[in-house]
Nanobody, 119 residues
Framework: QVQLVESGGGLVQPGGSLRLSCAAS????????MSWYSQAPGKERELVAS????????TYVDSVKGRSTISRDNAKSTVYLQMNSLKPEDTAVYYC????????????WGQGTQVTVSS
């Protein structure tokens, strides 16, 4: 049974930081490209950041470039999203996504963790 369990969300003031974690089980973690998505109320889910299987390459949506860092620890089957200089517009539910490097072999989502940026 595949599980992706996010944690680390919460309420933070503008300018603050959060570190999201996503712990995977039931998969060979190193076979998966890992991503974080966000979904704000009334909006579509959008890609925030992705990291390749060995962590050598990362991509970010423009709105978080320079403020966020995605990383992974394959030994712990965990992916992280460090978010700094948070803004109210970062408020959303953040989801972890795992996609197998061979198309069609697996695409999994976590349940999401709420991030609220407000004073």
């Amino acid at each position: 049974q595949v599980q992706l369990v996010e944690s680390g969300g919460g309420l933070v003031q503008p300018g603050g930081s959060l570190r999201l974690s996503c712990a995977a089980s039931g998969i060979t973690f190193s076979n998966y490209v890992m991503s974080w998505y966000s979904q704000a109320p009334g909006k579509e889910r959008e890609l925030v950041a992705s990291i390749t299987r060995n962590g050598a390459s990362t991509t970010y949506v423009d709105s978080v470039k320079g403020r966020s860092t995605i990383s992974r620890d394959n030994a712990k089957s965990t992916v992280y999203l460090q978010m700094n200089s948070l803004k109210p517009e970062d408020t959303a539910v953040y989801y972890c996504n795992a996609v197998h490097f061979i198309r069609g072999r697996g695409d999994y989502w976590g349940q999401g963790t709420q991030v609220t940026v407000s004073s």
